[in-house]
């Protein structure tokens, strides 16, 4: 079985297509960290998760508020953790990544040692004509998900 596939999107909508397909294998407690420079594509992906819950919107950056949480099919807690300067800076963090909702981590590497095996890991690179998003978990609880993207 897949434990890590690669996709291309070439637009936003393609981005927000692929975070509905994720959405479909959310259940609570999940947490999906995301990686990637400026403008990547972390909150656009966030966005697409957040319309698939039925969250009316707008979700935007939380860069400076570090958490956002919204109320749809289940609790989704959008994080930006750039400006945490260590992990045992933020100690609430680990109520909402044991909780029961999902979380969305924009530049999760920061917080690498409080996430669990189970985080869906992806890595969002810019390249001229598209975004390629390497997707990836230590759990096989992915595997499902890791399935069908492969078959896209
Ligand atoms: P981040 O949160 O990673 O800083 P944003 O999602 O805020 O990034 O911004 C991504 C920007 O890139 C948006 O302006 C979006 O329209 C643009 N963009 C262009 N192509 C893509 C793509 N394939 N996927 C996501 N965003 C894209
Ligand atoms: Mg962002």
């Known amino acids: 079985m897949e434990k890590e596939c690669t996709v291309d999107t070439f637009s936003e909508e393609e981005t927000k ?3 509905r397909t994720i959405a479909r294998h959310l259940t609570p407690g999940d947490i999906i960290a995301l990686e990637g420079d400026l ?3 972390k909150t656009t992906f966030a ?13 935007d950056s939380p860069t400076f508020t570090i958490i956002k949480e919204y109320e749809g099919t289940l609790p989704l807690y959008h994080m930006d953790v750039y400006r945490i300067d260590s992990p045992e800076e933020e100690l609430g963090l680990e109520e909402y990544f044991y909780g029961d909702g999902v979380c969305l981590v924009e ?3 920061r917080v690498e040692p409080l996430l669990p095996d189970s985080t869906l890991w992806m890595f969002l690179t810019v390249k001229p004509d598209r975004r390629r998003i390497r997707i990836c978990s230590k759990d096989p609880r992915w595997n499902s998900l890791m399935k069908e993207l492969a078959a896209r």
């Open 39 to 41: 403008g990547a594509g």
């Open 17 to 19: 297509a692929l975070a």
């Open 107 to 109: 530049w999760a590497s």
């Open 47 to 59: 966005q697409g998760i957040a319309k698939a819950l039925g969250i009316p919107g707008p979700v």
